[in-house]
């Protein structure tokens, strides 16, 4: 279809005036100066086993593990905008597959952890396929309803998961044979698998795909009306969720070597939420770093708190809904919102 | 076959003490997303606190006196926590649902840490007040009567609540603000009276739920995650803001709860989990939900 | 010239309140079909049972020649029934280029890849924007434009739909006269291969537009015919004002000095 311009002459087909910049879609621009943060971030993550002591080395690999759970509740809440509150499940079923696989298996890496990916990935399909026929807060009651089901299912089967003690004496995962049991190679192997679960929650969110799930997630009925069937595409977004936190899951199981029902549970799936809560949903590095400070409050911290993190975080939690609706990267956001973009899609800074 | 009939009628006996008691609990969460779209998370932890205030004042010796005044200690923090909980979430409503209701999460996890800090993570066992304490014959077993006291409560309370609701002026407002909010205002009421007082009444009831459930439920951690769950469960198939359907959904709920664990144990969950999502797939939101108002 | 959509027998009740009651519409293709009528007709309902956003309770509806009654609202925009809103409905935390993007997107792009790419019909957000007169708010948020442009990047966006039929729920709602007669030049500049249905109550804008002319009245068909038939009917101004008085619906004609405008009777 050819479209002409308003005037009297309909036959003549058009150019515009021409423009300087072909359009190019606001979320998949990559500034340079993203890119220079982004890698220095690595940089550091990769060179901490050399600065930081073991254990301040291990709980930075929690701080990964968790973190990845959280980017991928993310791709749900921020930007589909389907609130989960039983995202854990789906970690927590990742954790057992391949805690279970390593154990039964092979702990060859990266078997257990694609297994994990897969185990993730398949029960969020069964889950979301009921799920995200509602939306809104019936979404979030039956997310929850969902994670207790499946929390049930791994305290009550004990031949699998070892029932309310959980699985423990997960083998620990090896590369070219040799055990990674080394704080420092463990770490590596998080943080590798950490940067390529973000790397495809980064590339869903900044594709077609992703843009189309703004979509949905800001107007579902508009987007019908432009032929867009809603469910397949949120569905989609659950599963890859669903497959994203169970590769993190299966970095838990590799990392801490123990699986129990509370992984799965209500507390972990809170603490998730929190976590893209503070640090800003729908950017996938901003609930980055509100899991790490959940991590470093809930276990660093919890010693000199009296053992009462949980209650800081709270706290923080109704600061931050309160003053700060789009969490730490908000701050940065709403400074540069205020500025349109330019033609050239970058802002006048 | 007669022993199968007696743990028929036991378990059928239970599942009116647990429906009654989390028609209780539900109501006030049904009504309160019915009429301000604010879902409120911290409605499992206001039974807990219940729980506990039932067993400090109460304790493991209880008079009648002790109970009483839980009762109304529980009754009172509850109304004083709901207004409490309505002006913190006021603000946000102009800006999500989920912003309020994450608020409230934030409110329940304060709540139950502060709760654990103070009541320790052990178990907390709370007796029924005295005269309640034995046992009574029923279909030749021993049946608790305190259970028999909370089914004759409960549906006392259940008719009360069916009564305020259908038959008074007042629940006349509560039933129009449920289906169409904008109209009420636009009528005069004013909404925050409305808003606070339901909050109040809503969350006083949960407390005080949390006190009559004790002897059942005992206080410990974890507690308010597991009444949260089934609050939510009776809530999503009632039909939010349905009186009605509260009471319907939270019969069903305590039977698949106790005749469901009877039978099967474990399993349990997923009847429970089957009835909401067969409930959802026929009728999407929930089996008496109002139509009118055009709330999606 | 056949109807490119046709609806017999359409009914939509909310329980005892029958919005729309048997409506026959026939549409030519290349229509600008505009739809009148007094508040309560029933006209924007019918409007939603057109485009598959409410479900019918009688009656059926062709699209092309095909039976489009059961056909869910997703579908029928994929076939080409696109529509605009009453009030704006766009994506409000995204540019106004993005949201003509995500129309384009789902005719000539691939929803489904994951990956990020640079599209091959960029040229034609702006040209979508261009067309309309907002070229130049492209990068900026839909939260920070103005009503009227608001009302331009919903047409807009669903132009960017390809539509064969546009349905245009009053287009002109809330515009100033000079906004209103940059849309009709709009409307007017439209290909003819497009065929317009619209729903409006300023009466210029109808009469300037539509080449057929339907209206409805509690929830039933009162005429159907050309816009001069219309205008000449006794039977529409009785039911918009309880007068005969032509002058007073359509203006067309000057009240001469001493002649009562007001109606009474």
């Given at each position: 279809m050819s479209v002409a311009m308003p005037?009297?002459?309909?036959?003549t087909p058009t150019v515009g005036p021409p423009v300087a910049v072909p359009y190019r879609p606001t979320h998949a621009r990559l500034g340079w100066r993203a890119g220079v943060v982004a890698a220095a971030g690595v940089v550091a993550l990769a060179a901490a086993p050399f600065f930081l002591a073991p254990y301040a080395t291990t709980t930075l690999t929690r701080m990964l593990v968790f973190a990845l759970l959280a980017a991928s509740l993310d791709l749900l809440v921020g930007i589909a905008g389907l609130p989960s509150l039983g995202h854990a499940a789906y970690f927590g079923v990742g954790a057992y597959a391949a805690g279970w696989v390593a154990a039964h298996g092979t702990p060859a890496a990266p078997v257990p952890l694609l297994i994990a990916a897969a185990a993730g990935a398949l029960m969020a399909a069964a889950a979301g396929w009921v799920a995200v026929r509602s939306s809104g807060v019936f979404f979030l009651m039956l997310t929850l309803a969902l994670a207790e089901v499946i929390q049930q299912l791994a305290e009550s089967w004990e031949p699998v998961t070892g029932g309310s003690n959980g699985m423990y004496g997960i083998p620990a995962v090896t590369a070219a044979g040799e055990a990674l049991t080394n704080v420092a190679y463990l770490h590596w192997y998080v943080l590798l698998w950490f940067l390529v679960g973000l790397l495809v929650l980064w590339s869903l969110s900044a594709s077609p795909f992703g843009a189309t799930l703004r979509g949905i997630r800001d107007n579902e009925p508009r987007m019908r009306a432009i032929g867009f069937p809603p469910f397949r595409y949120k569905l989609a977004a659950f599963v890859a969720a669903g497959a994203v936190a169970g590769l993190a899951g299966g970095l838990l199981a590799a990392q801490q070597r123990l699986v129990t029902p509370a992984d799965l549970g209500f507390t972990t799936s809170a603490l998730a939420l929190l976590a893209v809560v503070i640090g800003g949903s729908g950017t996938i590095w901003g609930p980055c770093l509100g899991a790490a400070l959940v991590i470093l409050v809930r276990d660093s911290l919890a010693p000199s708190l009296g053992g009462r993190g949980p209650l800081v975080l709270g706290l923080v939690f109704i600061v931050v809904v309160y003053a700060?609706?789009?969490?730490?990267?908000g701050l940065r956001r709403s400074r540069r919102e205020r500025q349109p973009l330019s033609k050239a899609g970058e802002r006048d800074e | 076959m007669v022993d199968w009939l007696d743990i028929g009628v036991i378990a059928v006996l239970n599942g009116l003490a647990i429906g009654l008691l989390l028609f209780v609990v539900a109501v006030g969460l049904s009504l309160v997303f019915g009429m301000?779209?604010?879902?409120?998370?911290?409605h499992g932890a206001l039974f807990l606190t219940g729980a506990y205030v039932a067993w400090s004042?109460?304790?493991?010796?209880?008079t009648w006196t002790g109970w009483l005044v839980a009762l109304a200690v529980a009754a009172v923090s509850g109304a004083l926590a709901g207004g409490g909980l309505s002006l913190l979430t006021g603000p946000l409503a102009r800006r999500s649902h989920l912003a309020q209701a994450l608020l409230t999460l934030g409110v329940a996890l304060v709540v139950a840490q502060l709760l654990s800090a103070a009541f320790g993570d052990d178990v907390r066992g709370v007796n029924p007040p005295p005269g309640l304490t034995g046992t009574v014959a029923v279909a030749g077993n021993a049946y608790p009567t305190y259970r028999l006291a909370l089914i004759g409560l409960g549906a006392g309370l259940a008719l009360a609540t069916y009564l305020v609701i259908e038959r008074t002026s007042i629940g006349a407002l509560v039933r129009a603000t449920v289906a169409d909010r904008e109209m009420v205002a636009a009528v005069g009421v004013d909404a925050r009276l409305i808003r606070v007082g339901v909050f109040a009444v809503g969350s006083a009831l949960a407390t005080t739920a949390g006190v009559l459930g004790s002897p059942i439920y005992n206080a410990r951690p974890g507690l308010d995650s597991t009444i949260l769950i089934l609050a939510l469960v009776v809530v999503v198939i009632g039909g939010l803001g349905s009186v009605r359907g509260a009471l319907v959904a939270a019969l069903l709920i305590g039977q698949i709860e106790s005749t469901g664990r009877a039978l099967l144990s474990d399993l349990a969950s997923f009847l429970l989990f089957g009835a909401l999502a067969i409930v959802l797939a026929l009728r999407p939101r929930g089996l008496f939900a109002s139509t009118i108002g055009g709330r999606p | 010239m056949s109807d490119v959509l046709r609806c017999v027998g359409v009914r939509r009740a909310f329980g005892a309140l029958h919005a729309v009651d048997g409506v026959d519409l026939a549409v030519a293709q290349g229509a600008r079909h505009a739809l009148i009528g007094p508040n309560g007709a029933g006209k924007s309902t019918l409007l939603r049972l057109i485009a598959g956003g409410m479900r019918f309770t009688g009656g059926r509806i062709w699209f092309d020649g095909r039976d489009v009654t059961g056909t869910p609202e997703a579908r029928r925009a994929q076939l080409g029934i696109g529509q605009t809103f009453q009030h704006s409905s766009l994506f409000r935390t995204l540019t106004a280029a993005d949201n003509v993007a995500l129309a384009v997107q789902r005719r000539r792009g691939r929803s489904w890849l994951p990956v990020p790419h640079r599209p091959a019909w960029a040229a034609r957000v702006d040209e979508m924007l261009t067309l309309v007169g907002i070229e130049d708010r492209a990068h900026h948020l839909v939260e920070t434009l103005s009503y009227a442009e608001c009302r331009q990047l919903e047409v807009a966006v669903a132009l960017a739909a390809e539509p064969r039929v546009l349905l245009l729920d009053e287009p002109a709602a809330g515009m100033s006269a000079a906004s209103t007669a940059h849309l009709l030049d709009l409307l007017r500049g439209l290909p003819a291969d497009i065929t317009l249905i619209f729903v409006e109550h300023d009466l210029d804008l109808v009469f300037g537009l539509a080449t057929d002319v339907t209206v409805l009245h509690l929830g039933r068909v009162l005429m159907s015919g050309t816009p001069a038939d219309v205008q000449a009917s006794a039977e529409v101004q009785r039911a918009y004002l309880?007068?005969?008085?032509r002058g007073d619906l359509f203006g067309t004609e000057r009240t001469t000095?001493?002649?009562?405008v007001a109606s009474s009777t």
């Amino acid at each position: 279809m050819s479209v002409a311009m308003p005037g009297k002459d309909r036959s003549t087909p058009t150019v515009g005036p021409p423009v300087a910049v072909p359009y190019r879609p606001t979320h998949a621009r990559l500034g340079w100066r993203a890119g220079v943060v982004a890698a220095a971030g690595v940089v550091a993550l990769a060179a901490a086993p050399f600065f930081l002591a073991p254990y301040a080395t291990t709980t930075l690999t929690r701080m990964l593990v968790f973190a990845l759970l959280a980017a991928s509740l993310d791709l749900l809440v921020g930007i589909a905008g389907l609130p989960s509150l039983g995202h854990a499940a789906y970690f927590g079923v990742g954790a057992y597959a391949a805690g279970w696989v390593a154990a039964h298996g092979t702990p060859a890496a990266p078997v257990p952890l694609l297994i994990a990916a897969a185990a993730g990935a398949l029960m969020a399909a069964a889950a979301g396929w009921v799920a995200v026929r509602s939306s809104g807060v019936f979404f979030l009651m039956l997310t929850l309803a969902l994670a207790e089901v499946i929390q049930q299912l791994a305290e009550s089967w004990e031949p699998v998961t070892g029932g309310s003690n959980g699985m423990y004496g997960i083998p620990a995962v090896t590369a070219a044979g040799e055990a990674l049991t080394n704080v420092a190679y463990l770490h590596w192997y998080v943080l590798l698998w950490f940067l390529v679960g973000l790397l495809v929650l980064w590339s869903l969110s900044a594709s077609p795909f992703g843009a189309t799930l703004r979509g949905i997630r800001d107007n579902e009925p508009r987007m019908r009306a432009i032929g867009f069937p809603p469910f397949r595409y949120k569905l989609a977004a659950f599963v890859a969720a669903g497959a994203v936190a169970g590769l993190a899951g299966g970095l838990l199981a590799a990392q801490q070597r123990l699986v129990t029902p509370a992984d799965l549970g209500f507390t972990t799936s809170a603490l998730a939420l929190l976590a893209v809560v503070i640090g800003g949903s729908g950017t996938i590095w901003g609930p980055c770093l509100g899991a790490a400070l959940v991590i470093l409050v809930r276990d660093s911290l919890a010693p000199s708190l009296g053992g009462r993190g949980p209650l800081v975080l709270g706290l923080v939690f109704i600061v931050v809904v309160y003053a700060l609706p789009r969490g730490i990267a908000g701050l940065r956001r709403s400074r540069r919102e205020r500025q349109p973009l330019s033609k050239a899609g970058e802002r006048d800074e | 076959m007669v022993d199968w009939l007696d743990i028929g009628v036991i378990a059928v006996l239970n599942g009116l003490a647990i429906g009654l008691l989390l028609f209780v609990v539900a109501v006030g969460l049904s009504l309160v997303f019915g009429m301000m779209d604010v879902l409120n998370l911290a409605h499992g932890a206001l039974f807990l606190t219940g729980a506990y205030v039932a067993w400090s004042v109460a304790g493991e010796r209880p008079t009648w006196t002790g109970w009483l005044v839980a009762l109304a200690v529980a009754a009172v923090s509850g109304a004083l926590a709901g207004g409490g909980l309505s002006l913190l979430t006021g603000p946000l409503a102009r800006r999500s649902h989920l912003a309020q209701a994450l608020l409230t999460l934030g409110v329940a996890l304060v709540v139950a840490q502060l709760l654990s800090a103070a009541f320790g993570d052990d178990v907390r066992g709370v007796n029924p007040p005295p005269g309640l304490t034995g046992t009574v014959a029923v279909a030749g077993n021993a049946y608790p009567t305190y259970r028999l006291a909370l089914i004759g409560l409960g549906a006392g309370l259940a008719l009360a609540t069916y009564l305020v609701i259908e038959r008074t002026s007042i629940g006349a407002l509560v039933r129009a603000t449920v289906a169409d909010r904008e109209m009420v205002a636009a009528v005069g009421v004013d909404a925050r009276l409305i808003r606070v007082g339901v909050f109040a009444v809503g969350s006083a009831l949960a407390t005080t739920a949390g006190v009559l459930g004790s002897p059942i439920y005992n206080a410990r951690p974890g507690l308010d995650s597991t009444i949260l769950i089934l609050a939510l469960v009776v809530v999503v198939i009632g039909g939010l803001g349905s009186v009605r359907g509260a009471l319907v959904a939270a019969l069903l709920i305590g039977q698949i709860e106790s005749t469901g664990r009877a039978l099967l144990s474990d399993l349990a969950s997923f009847l429970l989990f089957g009835a909401l999502a067969i409930v959802l797939a026929l009728r999407p939101r929930g089996l008496f939900a109002s139509t009118i108002g055009g709330r999606p | 010239m056949s109807d490119v959509l046709r609806c017999v027998g359409v009914r939509r009740a909310f329980g005892a309140l029958h919005a729309v009651d048997g409506v026959d519409l026939a549409v030519a293709q290349g229509a600008r079909h505009a739809l009148i009528g007094p508040n309560g007709a029933g006209k924007s309902t019918l409007l939603r049972l057109i485009a598959g956003g409410m479900r019918f309770t009688g009656g059926r509806i062709w699209f092309d020649g095909r039976d489009v009654t059961g056909t869910p609202e997703a579908r029928r925009a994929q076939l080409g029934i696109g529509q605009t809103f009453q009030h704006s409905s766009l994506f409000r935390t995204l540019t106004a280029a993005d949201n003509v993007a995500l129309a384009v997107q789902r005719r000539r792009g691939r929803s489904w890849l994951p990956v990020p790419h640079r599209p091959a019909w960029a040229a034609r957000v702006d040209e979508m924007l261009t067309l309309v007169g907002i070229e130049d708010r492209a990068h900026h948020l839909v939260e920070t434009l103005s009503y009227a442009e608001c009302r331009q990047l919903e047409v807009a966006v669903a132009l960017a739909a390809e539509p064969r039929v546009l349905l245009l729920d009053e287009p002109a709602a809330g515009m100033s006269a000079a906004s209103t007669a940059h849309l009709l030049d709009l409307l007017r500049g439209l290909p003819a291969d497009i065929t317009l249905i619209f729903v409006e109550h300023d009466l210029d804008l109808v009469f300037g537009l539509a080449t057929d002319v339907t209206v409805l009245h509690l929830g039933r068909v009162l005429m159907s015919g050309t816009p001069a038939d219309v205008q000449a009917s006794a039977e529409v101004q009785r039911a918009y004002l309880g007068t005969g008085r032509r002058g007073d619906l359509f203006g067309t004609e000057r009240t001469t000095g001493g002649e009562h405008v007001a109606s009474s009777t």
